[in-house]
């Protein structure tokens, strides 16, 4: 058993959320929150919005991932019932550019940290991209959200009844077991003892404050090398300022360069390669 998967395993064991009851207790709500027929009517008017920022990013990196794939999964991981537009185009940005980090760089094994895992989209679009370009490597991803707990998720498969996480992406179960590793809780909390010596790709989801993502970043720097990358969700200036504020830091440490995505007028990302 090798080094990385000893050590995950002891924090699994000892994994304790401070927030358990709440998020154990129906955080996305105690019953679904709408009909099939409106989860597949948002559905449908995602898939036909088109992106030509990220046709453009994916022409580049000269690669991109299988559309049916993407939307299925996003069916149940990232159509929910809310008044923001569905926009779910940072699965199809980050298989891009992982595949792109494949070609230019080659590892016996690739590290792959994630905070904010949510339903798992974004950790199984990263997954696909290792299956696809046969790369050996392993996600790790963090969120105070139990991978075992059923419950309602505000998402359509929430009326076939309550499930868990496992339960929700039971279709996905091969990669799953292939790469993924889920650990419950904050990363302020898990990253004082996850000792992983390299992280060569890392996707920022979670706490969306300064400190948060400061500290993810901290954490980071020192275990990447040149041509390593973090990719940071929910760039915006004035709906999260503090993630903006730490992008911006990092960016002026002369230690990385800076790539910003605009998809629509909510949702944008920052992709940082260190290049010293």
């Known amino acids: 058993m090798s080094i990385i998967k000893i050590l995950l395993n002891k924090l699994k064991s000892s994994t ?14 105690k019953q679904p929150h709408a009909d099939r027929s409106t989860y597949l009517s948002i559905w449908e008017k995602a898939k036909e919005k088109e992106y030509l920022v990220v046709d453009n990013f994916e022409k580049e990196s000269g690669v991109s991932i299988d559309r049916e794939w993407l939307d299925n999964l996003a069916l149940i991981t990232q159509v929910v019932k809310k ?11 980050l298989y891009s550019a992982l595949s792109s980090f494949f070609q230019k760089n080659r590892y016996d094994s690739i590290n792959i940290m994630e905070t904010g895992t949510a339903r798992g989209f974004s950790a199984l679009c990263m997954a696909k991209a290792l299956d696809d370009n046969n790369e050996s490597g392993k996600i790790i991803t963090i969120d105070p959200l139990p ?11 929430d009326l076939d009844g309550e499930k868990s996480r496992q339960d929700l ?8 077991e292939k790469y993924i590793w889920f650990l419950e809780g904050k990363s302020q909390d898990f ?24 500290l993810e970043v901290e954490y980071l720097i020192p275990r990447q090398k040149k041509g390593d990358i973090i990719f940071f969700d929910d760039f915006h200036d004035t709906l999260y300022p503090g993630i ?21 007028e909510q949702r944008s990302y920052a992709i940082g390669e260190k290049i010293v």
């Open 147 to 157: 991978n075992n707990v059923s419950m309602f998720w505000n998402c359509i498969s």
């Open 16 to 29: 304790v959320s401070s927030d358990e009851n709440f998020f154990h207790n129906y955080p996305f709500g």
């Open 191 to 214: 990253l004082k003892s996850l000792e992983v010596n390299r992280i060569h790709f890392a996707f920022l989801d979670g706490g969306h404050n300064y400190e948060d993502v400061k």
């Open 169 to 176: 992406l039971e279709k996905y179960s091969e990669l799953i």
């Open 244 to 264: 903006v504020k730490a992008v911006e830091e990092l960016e002026g440490s002369g230690k990385y360069s800076l790539k910003i995505i605009s998809v629509n």
């Open 83 to 93: 008044e923001s537009e569905i926009c779910y185009q940072h699965g199809r940005l």
